[in-house]
């Protein structure tokens, strides 16, 4: 909460998940805006969080995978000019939302095929029933999320 509170505009490409989580959430609890970006192979993604307005990302997904279902960026390697499209997008995103221009990826994904050169879009609504979004949020304060994600190992 403390890295976050001086800005105005959250970008997250961290290639683990409970860091990934953490953001989300923290963005979700103090209403940032949040651009995240992930890449893993020859795929990327983009989506903007508009806490209040839109779809987070536990509304995409709720839990983290189970460590070891998703191989790392260090196993599964990474092109080096694919963070440099997904960096790009993202940067173009927080433009859009400084500049009030476009539509925002709020409730929606962009994939990225590297393979097929070619993007789509997909809906994501927000989901009632998120555990940090919700109309009924069970999370309401930062967690421990190096725990809840090691004990997903069990
Ligand atoms: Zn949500």
Known sequence: ??????????????DNFPTRY???DACVLTGKPLVSGAILRFEGQVTTI???????????FEEPPP???VPSCQEAGVLGALPGVIGGLQAMEVL??????????????????????????????RNPECPVCGENPRITELQDYEAEYCQMRF
Not at 104 to 123: E, H, T
């Open 1 to 14: 909460m403390d890295l976050i509170k001086d800005y105005d505009i959250v970008v997250d490409g961290s």
């Open 67 to 69: 460590p070891g279902l």
């Open 50 to 60: 508009l806490p209040g307005e839109g779809h987070c990302y536990r509304c995409l």
């Open 96 to 125: 859009k939302l400084i500049l009030g221009k476009g539509e925002p990826l709020s409730n929606q994904l962009l994939i990225y095929d590297a393979l097929k050169a070619s993007f789509r879009r997909v809906r994501v609504p």
């Open 22 to 24: 953490l953001v989300n």
